[in-house]
């Protein structure tokens, strides 16, 4: 399965979790409303599907020299799919009378799209199919750049969302985790390489452990500005 890619194509690039997890926040900021486990989600969907798809076999990635190649993801990350499903949220949450719901989880969706095409290396399909154009404007070329700019955009979350300082000492820890990763400098490759789920299975651990760093320290900051305790003085 893996010998079908071309390994002169570059087809690196994942925007590492405490990026789209940080992105929850500002959804969280514009619609106080919505609890941040569903916009945390929200913002994953993408990517669970990936894990999903990666582990059926039916989308495949490894870890080349040059960190992690997507050789194959139409189907969870197609600028169609980030479309078609922030569009199902946005529906649902109107059909039900919950279109601020709807239009915050439809936004999260998109938000993963958007930071995955600044991220990648060209392997974004337009449509859910193996052929035609691909795009990502490639920032996981460039490692330094990388760092610097997931960083800053996860301390731009932080400082828009109002965090507490435990929240950005986290933020910073995750991004400074991602570090190996981004440079390819530890010898994980080969192991990811030979056993198809360990990828997954590693992208779910980051996926899961920046979502609960968010959640935990940043659940108590937004206190919605609804009128509470409105009860009658009579
Ligand atoms: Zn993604």
Redesign the pocket.
């Given at each position: 399965m893996r010998s079908e890619s071309k390994p002169s194509q570059r087809s690196g690039g994942?925007?590492y979790a405490i990026s789209h997890a940080s992105a929850a926040l500002l959804f969280k900021k514009k619609y106080p409303r919505v609890g941040l486990i569903p916009l945390l989600i929200a913002a994953q969907f993408?990517?669970l599907l990936?894990i999903v798809f990666t582990y059926l076999g039916i989308e495949h990635a490894h870890v080349g020299p040059n960190g992690i190649e997507l050789d194959y993801i139409p189907y969870s990350?197609s600028i169609f799919t980030g479309l078609f499903l922030a569009g199902l949220a946005w529906g649902f949450g109107k059909s039900v009378r919950r279109t601020y719901v709807g239009t915050a989880i439809s936004l999260a969706i998109l938000s993963?799209v958007v930071l995955?095409l600044i991220q990648h290396d060209p392997n974004i399909a337009l449509l859910p199919l193996a052929w035609g154009p691909r795009f990502g404007l490639g920032l996981a070329s460039h490692p330094v750049a990388d760092f610097l700019v997931e960083l800053a955009f996860g301390v731009v979350c932080w400082k828009v969302y109002g965090g507490s300082r435990a929240l950005l000492i986290g933020i910073v820890i995750f991004n400074v985790l991602n570090l190996p990763l981004m440079f390819s400098a530890i010898g994980i490759g080969s192991a990811v390489g030979n056993h198809a789920a360990v990828l997954p299975t590693l992208v779910l651990l980051g996926v899961l452990a920046s979502g609960i760093l968010v959640w935990w320290f940043g659940k108590e900051t937004i206190i919605p500005d609804e009128p509470r305790g409105t009860v009658a003085a009579s």
């Open positions: 994942n925007t993408i990517e990936w990350h993963h995955d």
